[in-house]
């Protein structure tokens, strides 16, 4: 089975089905770490060691889960932001030789880890996952590198307008989405930044916002999307959703605990977030548990093509859309169409976006509406099928079920079908085709003409479509036994047909 896969950018949207967003943090006091400690100021951890890089005394110190010092190294130069490579071997960011540095435990070998392979003009942070992504200050750029150190990309870290982050100092990604956050130290706020390097947004602004950083240190991301940052000026730890929404701080009425100049900090994939003071040599650890709710609810709908619709394979259109309340914003949507038998590959295809959007002020949602156009002709006499899904600023949502489909070479014309079953008790089924999108009325009449249910009345597209009666007038009474006339008007075409409701 092959498939078409489309990402079409949002302006606008509207759909059905439930999401939880998170709205509170609960966090517990575990404990600290205290000896064998001289100002530290940046920390990683795992299952089986915390390490963490003491500039002042150019020493890396390796302590077991329950604080006893397993291991230290003498380093040198200006020490910043440690990531743990392997079991023993680390990399961290000589701010005075201006490298990435490699340190191996076991051997006390010490590198420039990129020599030979890139120069560095100020390399402030690094990321180690699937790749290796180093912050670099100076330029205003992430650099990608794969694990094999070939370059895969750089991101500028910029908005489309050309204005740049001032002075990032440090950096965390987000594993759900890819997307990096990074603090800009002179204008002390965070910007967000995609995987592809487009800018979204920034949050956390001195005087601007509850929660506002004044001089933050690093910042980590866990894996809810909860976003962590220390502040060493005003000795906190401010916590925010992925989308930038202020949740909490350490410390706070429930945790009564105290930093001195928190720099460091990191969180393990237990949501244990450990933060590093540098003036009073702790390392001080917490259990992080984020509460849900569904305040925050995104539902999809597939509109068009509909289940089962035959369709032209000239001008096909496919509309989806999303609602979603105002604590998120719907980004993009993504389009696929497959098809089981003969399937041609189609390699590219254009699109247009709606751009209308509505809000509703009683129920406080956001609408959205995506509509792709696709130009290249699908195969004739085949049956295929269609799914959508949306992307908010921190999610990805689940994909629609899908919908099927059939592709017709004759062209559709306008018209209006004798229901079936006719009689019928109590329902009927009514069809019609539609030669272009239209505004459409299905309207039924007793036999002194008077309006006795409206079945359809908006826009529709090219193809074929249905509904049911169900015998019911517009108050939902159930209609006496008789005849009944059903119009159908699209455009200037106007058809009507008989029908019989028995008891």
């Not at 060691?49 to 329950?66: A, C, G, H, I, R």
């Not at 929660?211 to 690093?218: K, S, V």
């Amino acid at each position: 089975m092959k498939k078409l896969t489309i990402k079409i950018l949002l302006i606008c949207s509207l759909m059905i089905f439930m999401a939880q967003t998170i709205s509170a943090v609960e966090i517990e006091y575990i404990g600290s770490l205290e000896s064998d400690l001289v100002a530290p100021t940046s920390i990683t951890v795992d299952g089986n060691s915390l390490t963490v890089l003491e500039p002042f005394s150019k020493e890396m110190k390796v302590f077991t889960p329950n604080g006893l010092l397993q291991h230290k190294l003498h380093i040198t130069g200006d020490a910043n932001s440690i990531s743990k490579l392997s079991d023993n071997e680390y990399l961290y960011c000589d701010l005075d030789a201006r490298i990435i540095a490699y340190a191996n435990l076991g051997s006390d070998e010490q590198s420039d880890y990129f020599e030979n392979i890139y120069e560095f003009n100020l390399p402030i942070d690094i990321i180690i996952d699937a790749d290796f992504s180093i912050l670099d200050a100076d330029e205003k750029q992430i650099i990608i590198f794969d694990k094999q150190k070939v370059l895969k990309k750089i991101i500028m870290l910029q908005k489309d307008d050309g204005t740049q982050i001032s002075y990032p100092n440090s950096f965390a990604k987000n594993s759900s989405n890819g997307n990096f956050y990074l603090f800009d130290q002179l204008k002390s706020e965070i910007w967000i930044f995609k995987p592809d390097g487009t800018y979204l947004k920034k949050f956390g602004a001195y005087g601007g916002s509850e929660g506002e950083i004044t001089r933050g240190g690093e910042i980590s991301v866990n894996s809810d999307g909860l976003v962590f940052i220390t502040d060493r000026y005003q000795n906190r730890v401010s916590i925010f959703s992925a989308d930038g929404r202020y949740l909490d701080m350490i410390p706070n009425q429930n945790v009564d605990v105290s930093f001195n100049t928190p720099l460091g900090l990191t969180i393990d994939e237990n949501n244990l977030l450990y933060v590093v003071s540098t003036e009073s040599s702790k390392i001080q650890m917490f259990h992080i548990a984020a509460s849900a709710s569904e305040t925050n609810a995104v539902s999809m709908e597939q509109l068009r093509p509909e289940s089962d619709a035959v369709v032209s394979i000239d001008n096909l259109e496919f509309f989806a859309s999303a609602t979603t309340t105002l604590l998120t914003e719907i980004k993009l949507f993504d389009f696929e169409i497959y098809a089981q038998d003969n399937v041609e590959e189609i390699a590219q295809s254009s699109y247009n976006v709606v751009a209308k959007q509505t809000y509703d002020s009683l129920k406080q949602v956001t609408s959205y509406t995506a509509h792709w156009l696709l130009t290249e002709k699908l195969l004739e006499e085949t049956d295929f099928q269609w799914r959508t899904r949306v992307h908010t600023l921190d999610s990805v949502y689940d994909w629609s079920t899908f919908q099927m489909f059939s592709t017709s070479s004759l062209p559709v014309t306008f018209s209006l079908s004798q229901n079936y079953p006719n009689p019928f008790n109590p329902t009927t089924k009514i069809q019609f085709s539609l030669a272009k999108e239209s505004d459409v009325q299905l309207e039924i009449f007793n036999l002194n003409g008077q309006l006795v249910s409206t079945l359809i009345n908006n826009s529709l597209p090219t193809g074929e479509h249905s509904i049911i009666w169900a015998g019911k007038n517009k108050q939902g009474q159930q209609a006496a036994t008789g005849i009944y006339f059903y119009r159908l008007t699209a455009g200037e075409f106007v058809e009507t047909k008989k029908m019989v409701l028995l008891k």
